[in-house]
C-alpha cells in the first residue's frame, strides 16, 4: 500500500553518502551546543529521526559529486522541533561544512517575527560555543549574522518582496509556508536559488487550509513524490501526515506522525488534553487534526460541506446536451471586492442537480485579488474561468448581455436575482419579457434552499464539473447553523474570500427544486415565522426585512 510516511526515517536502511558530506553534517551538528539542551555540556540534541534526515539530504550524490537533493518539503506537526531542524540546516550553510564563500542564507516566512524564529535560534546555539562566537559577527538589530572566514551571511526576512528581489542566496529555509500571504516572495527566492550552483531549499511548516494557494501546490508535488506517482529524486519529501479519514484520538496515529514523541516532544500529556477539548469544541478538534496530525485541512473552519464530499461531482458537464433542458439561473451582483456571478442549475431527473457557473470580476482587481487570497484569478481569467470587465468595478451591460445569451442558448424559465444591486438589470429582462425575480438574502428564505443544496451535494447529486473558481468558493464559504445544526446563514471569513458562487448556486438550485410551481415556504399551511425563528436561534432585533 502506498503512503506518503518517510520509512526510511524509522527503519535501518542504508543511506547513500559516497563522499561522506552526510557523515560531516552530522558531525558538525553534534559538537553544536544548545542553550536549552539538557544533554551533558549542552549537547545539540540530534535525535535518530532529525539525525536521517540531515543524512538524507546531505549523503546521496551525483557521480560528479554534486548533492542530488535541491529542494526539501518537511511537513512536520507542530511541537517536534523543527525550529531546531530549521537553525540546524541553517548553520550548517553559513558557519559549517556546507557554506560556500560569500553565501546568502536567507530564513523567511509570513512576517518579520516567524521568520526571527529559527534565526533566533541560530543565534543562540552560535553564542553558546565560545569558538563559534568568536569568529561570527552577529547583527541582531538587522535580523543578520555573518561568518568571519567564509563570508557567509544569514538574513531573516518576511514576505515584503519590494526588497527581496535580486538575491541570489545558496540556501533558502522558508517557514511555515501555509502561512505566506501571497507568491511574491516564493517567486522572488525561488528565482534567486536557480542563479547559485548547488543551491538547497527547505520548506518547513505544518500542515495549512485550502488549496489555492502556494503551500498546497508544494505539498501536491511532494506528496505524489513520495507517492511515486513523480519520479525527481531532487525532491526530497518528508512529510509526516495522518490519513484524513482516521481515528484522530488514536495514540498510535499519533506517535506515527509525530516523529519526537519517543524522545519527549512534544508532551504526551498535553496532546491528550487538547484532544478532550477536541472532543466538545469542533473548532479546537480540527486545529488538533490540522496542527498535531498534519491533515491537511480543505476548507475554512466553519465549512458549508466537506470537499471531499463536494469534488466527487467534479466529472465534465456538457453543456451542449443541456440546451433543452429546463433551466434556473442564480445571479449574484457585486461592485468591486465581490466576485459577480450566474449560475445556471438543472434538474438531472433523479433528485440532483447539475450546476455551471459564469464569473465576471473587474480587470483591475485581477492581480490584487491573487496577491491578498493566492488563488489563481488570473489564470482562471486566462483560460476562460472568469470573464474579466474593464475597469475596477463590474460592467453590468457585460453581465446583461451574458444572461441574455444563456437564455438563447438554454431553455431558462427562471433568472433569479440577490436584490442587491440589481434593480436596473431585472428592470430591462422584465421590460424584454424575461423571467427575471428577486430572493431575499435573508435566514427565512435562504435556510430551506442551503438545506437543499446540502442535501443534495452530501448526497453526491450535485454535478458542477469541478469549475476551479467555484471550488474556491464553497472551500472558503463559512456558516451559522441554529440549534438543530441547520445551515440558516452564509458567512464569508474574509473580506476578499468570496462566497457570491455559493450564494448563486443556492439560489439556482432552490428554483430548480422548486421547478415552475413558485412554492415557498410561505405556502406551507404549517410555517410559522416566530416557530422557525425560536428554532433557529436567530435575534430578530438585528434583521432588517
Known amino acids: 500500500m502506498k503512503t506518503t510516511h518517510p520509512l526510511w526515517i524509522d527503519d535501518d536502511s542504508e543511506i547513500p553518502d559516497p563522499l561522506g558530506h552526510g557523515e560531516k553534517a552530522v558531525q558538525f551538528l553534534r559538537n553544536l551546543k544548545h542553550p536549552k539542551s539538557r544533554l551533558p555540556g549542552h549537547a545539540f540534541q540530534l535525535d535518530r529521526w532529525m539525525e536521517r534526515v540531515i543524512r538524507r539530504i546531505y549523503g546521496p550524490r551525483h557521480p560528479d559529486g554534486t548533492r542530488i537533493v535541491k529542494t526539501v518539503f518537511a511537513m512536520i506537526p507542530r511541537g517536534n522541533r523543527k525550529t531546531s531542524l530549521g537553525a540546524a540546516l541553517t548553520l550548517l550553510h553559513s558557519i559549517g561544512p556546507e557554506k560556500t564563500p560569500g553565501g546568502q542564507v536567507v530564513c523567511a516566512a509570513a512576517d518579520q517575527k516567524q521568520a526571527r524564529i529559527a534565526f533566533e535560534e541560530a543565534v543562540g546555539i552560535i553564542r553558546s560555543h565560545k569558538t563559534i562566537n568568536r569568529v561570527v559577527d552577529i547583527i541582531d538589530h538587522r535580523n543578520r549574522f555573518r561568518d568571519q572566514r567564509?563570508?557567509?551571511?544569514?538574513?531573516?526576512?518576511?514576505?515584503?518582496?519590494k526588497t527581496q528581489h535580486g538575491r541570489t542566496p545558496s540556501f533558502t529555509l522558508m517557514d511555515e509556508i501555509h502561512a505566506w500571504p501571497k507568491r511574491d516572495l516564493w517567486e522572488a527566492l525561488k528565482t534567486g536559488l536557480v542563479k547559485t550552483a548547488g543551491s538547497l531549499n527547505v520548506i518547513i511548516t505544518t500542515a495549512g487550509r485550502g488549496q489555492e494557494n502556494i503551500a498546497f501546490e508544494q505539498y501536491s508535488y511532494a506528496r505524489k513524490v513520495a507517492l511515486g506517482e513523480i519520479d525527481d529524486p531532487a525532491t526530497l519529501p518528508v512529510i509526516f501526515e495522518a490519513p484524513a479519514d482516521c481515528d484522530w484520538q488514536d495514540e498510535t496515529i499519533w506517535h506515527r506522525v509525530n516523529p519526537g514523541l519517543k524522545h519527549g516532544y512534544p508532551d504526551l500529556d498535553g496532546l491528550r488534553q487538547l484532544a478532550r477539548e477536541g472532543r466538545e469544541r469542533p473548532g479546537d478538534r480540527d486545529s488538533f487534526k490540522q496542527l498535531n496530525l498534519n491533515i491537511w485541512s480543505d476548507s475554512s473552519s466553519s465549512p458549508f460541506v466537506g470537499m471531499d464530499i463536494y469534488d466527487e461531482g467534479a466529472d465534465p458537464i456538457n453543456l451542449d446536451a443541456l440546451a433543452g433542458q429546463p433551466c434556473w439561473l442564480g445571479v449574484d451582483l457585486s461592485s468591486n471586492t465581490d466576485l459577480t456571478v450566474i449560475v445556471a442549475a438543472w434538474r438531472d431527473g433523479t433528485g440532483g442537480y447539475i450546476v455551471h457557473p459564469?464569473?465576471?470580476?473587474?480587470?483591475?482587481?485581477l492581480q490584487e485579488r491573487t496577491d491578498i487570497t493566492g488563488a489563481a484569478y488570473i489564470q482562471w481569467e486566462r483560460d476562460g474561468f472568469i470573464t474579466a470587465t474593464q475597469g475596477e468595478v463590474i460592467d453590468f451591460r457585460a453581465v446583461e448581455v451574458g444572461i441574455r445569451d444563456l437564455c438563447d442558448r438554454f431553455n431558462v424559465q427562471e433568472i433569479c436575482f440577490d436584490p442587491a444591486l440589481a434593480r436596473n438589470v431585472v428592470n430591462n429582462l422584465l421590460d424584454d419579457g424575461l423571467p427575471a425575480v428577486t430572493m431575499r438574502q435573508g435566514p427565512i428564505t435562504m435556510m430551506d434552499p442551503m438545506i437543499e443544496l446540502e442535501r443534495a451535494i452530501v448526497a453526491r447529486q450535485v454535478q458542477h464539473g469541478g469549475h476551479p473558481a467555484l471550488r474556491f468558493c464553497f472551500s472558503n464559504v463559512e456558516v451559522e447553523r441554529n440549534a438543530k445544526g441547520q445551515a440558516i446563514r452564509f458567512v464569508k471569513p474574509k473580506r476578499w474570500l468570496s462566497l457570491d458562487g455559493v450564494?448563486?448556486?443556492?439560489?439556482?438550485?432552490?428554483?430548480?427544486?422548486?421547478?415552475?410551481?413558485?412554492?415557498?415556504?410561505?405556502?406551507?399551511?404549517?410555517?410559522?415565522?416566530?416557530?422557525?425563528?425560536?428554532d433557529s436561534n436567530f435575534d430578530v432585533s438585528e434583521w432588517v426585512p
Open 150 to 161: 567564509s563570508g557567509s551571511l544569514v538574513e531573516a526576512i518576511s514576505a515584503d518582496a
Open 358 to 365: 459564469w464569473f465576471y470580476c473587474p480587470r483591475m482587481n
Open 503 to 534: 450564494v448563486a448556486t443556492t439560489m439556482a438550485v432552490a428554483r430548480a427544486f422548486h421547478g415552475d410551481d413558485g412554492r415557498s415556504v410561505y405556502d406551507d399551511p404549517n410555517f410559522k415565522v416566530e416557530d422557525w425563528l425560536l
